[in-house]
């Protein structure tokens, strides 16, 4: 991460209660197992054995080396993508398909260029499952519009904002449909340094102001480090949960944290068990 001290998420409260209280999980995963069969007819193993409990409004950042099955994870717990064995539940009942109350995130926002702003954030309703009416989720994509920073730019066109500011519409549209948990893959990966600490930053804000359960895919020890009550710690493919290590810095975190001889000392820990297990990309 580049060094933008000073900046900080505002909300004062809602990560330290998370860290020490222990809500039933959210989601879990009990020995999920994905293997790909690619063109050639081989098989390939993507995940083995992987098991965890997330809790209601946890922030979980999912970290590893290119081509563990960080993406094939995160698929699977967004329902899209059936597992080859192994249970996954999200408020106790079995995960088998897509739902509405889980919200995904990609590397690029994926905007409709003909769409404003505010009917970007608003298609989720359009295409939704239950005849959705679009004027009743006008005042919250207002709201949401506000919360990822874009107030005044409703009527803009994507080709109208920066890199930085289309990805906050594609995560104002992924709260439109009050989601209880937010996957995101490597949704800053895209931007330059700076840009991408600043959203980091955002990001903390939105989480505490929403409460949404967030699992994000990163390669970058800092970032995880930085945004994380708990980082997944994956191994080289086939992908297993080698460790999973809590953050116990303070909320609300700034980036002039990052300084910290406790930031360095989780940065150097989580480094060292990929300088003995396998690299991070
Ligand atoms: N549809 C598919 N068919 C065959 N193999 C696949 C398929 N999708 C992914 N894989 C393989 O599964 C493994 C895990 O892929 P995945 O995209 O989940 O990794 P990742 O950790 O997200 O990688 P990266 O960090 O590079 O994005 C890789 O070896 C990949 O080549």
Redo the contacts with the bound molecule.
Sequence with gaps: MSDLAGKSADDKSAGDKLINSKPADLVTAQNVR?V????NAEL?T??DDVSFGIAEGEFIALL????????????ILTGTLKRTSGEVTMRGQPLEGPRPDIGRVFQTPVLLAWRSVLDNILLPIELGEGRLQRRDYEARARDYLKMVGLEGFETKYPHELSGGMQQRVAIGRSLIRDPAMLLM??PFGALDAMTRDLMNVELLRIWQASRKTIVL?T?SIAEAVFLADRVFV?TP???RLSEIIPIDLPRPRHLDMINSPEFGHYVRRIGRHFATHGAV?
């Design positions: 994905m790909y069969t690619s063109r390939v993507a995940l590893g080396p290119s081509g563990c099955g960080k993406t094939t994870l995160l698929k893959d490597e895919v390669h994956m493919r086939p992908g990309a």
